[in-house]
């Protein structure tokens, strides 16, 4: 295919520049990747926030969102989760039966969940990301590599090391993650100018807890 040395010109342009992404795009979520699918991606804090999540659903157009608890001892009791609830919204149910829990599909209360949370850079979409992890075979997974002892100076971005998460789905769903030696040609001070850039306009994960934007901490 011949195209215009203008159309070569805004497909370079293209290529150096961060792709542009919606605020949906901002969170990334293992459930999302596709099947058969890796993302690569960077911690830019090794530390995560942690907290309990429910969904829930809105009862008049049954649209569903988190709910979150400070992570402090055990999970939310039901009547602090209805408490915060309020009279507007009611938990969603569990998709799957679970012997082991005692739950029943579609008729037992969705469990909070154990969330932990890092900002990271996704190779991929060239943007910081919110990484959520709410499957504990991704954090066991996490933690086991992580702790391991050629990592004891740490895997963020002043480390020489990469992440990458991967997804098959083929009757139950599994992830893999991985360490990797990151790319030598990757331009670290680019990232390192987006992420001071981004907490300066004001980036705050924590205001997660709160259930907040951590993009607009403010709004």
């Known amino acids: 295919m011949k195209f215009s040395t203008v159309a070569d010109n805004e497909y370079k342009k293209a290529l150096e520049e961060p792709e542009k992404v919606s605020s949906g795009d901002r969170y990334f979520r293992p459930n999302q990747i596709e099947n058969n ?19 829930a659903e809105n009862i008049s157009d049954g649209t569903k969102r988190p709910f979150r608890f400070p992570l402090v001892g055990e999970a939310p009791s039901d ?11 009611r938990r969603t149910k569990v998709q799957y039966d679970n012997e082991k829990l005692g739950l029943k599909a579609n008729i037992s209360d969705s469990p909070a969940s154990h969330c932990y949370v890092w900002p990271i850079w996704n190779l991929e979409q060239k943007t910081v990301q919110v990484f959520e992890v709410s499957q ?17 100076k ?8 990469s992440c990458t998460l991967h997804k098959v789905k083929e ?13 030598e040609d990757l331009d670290i ?17 924590n205001v997660l ?4 934007d951590p993009f607009n ?3």
């Open 37 to 55: 699918q890796e993302v690569e991606f960077i911690f830019l804090e090794e530390d995560p926030l942690e907290y309990w999540q429910v969904f």
């Open 79 to 89: 009547e602090d989760i209805l408490k915060e609830l309020g009279g507007n919204y």
């Open 136 to 152: 504990p075979s991704i954090f066991k997974q996490i933690k086991k590599e992580t702790g391991l002892k050629k990592y004891r």
């Open 154 to 161: 740490g895997i963020g971005l002043d480390s020489d090391f």
């Open 171 to 183: 009757g139950f769903t599994k992830y893999t993650f991985n360490i990797i030696d990151r790319d």
């Open 189 to 205: 001070s680019g990232i390192e100018k987006a992420w001071e850039q981004l907490e300066d306009d004001g980036f705050n994960i």
């Open 209 to 212: 807890i709160d259930n907040g």
């Open 217 to 219: 901490s403010e709004g």
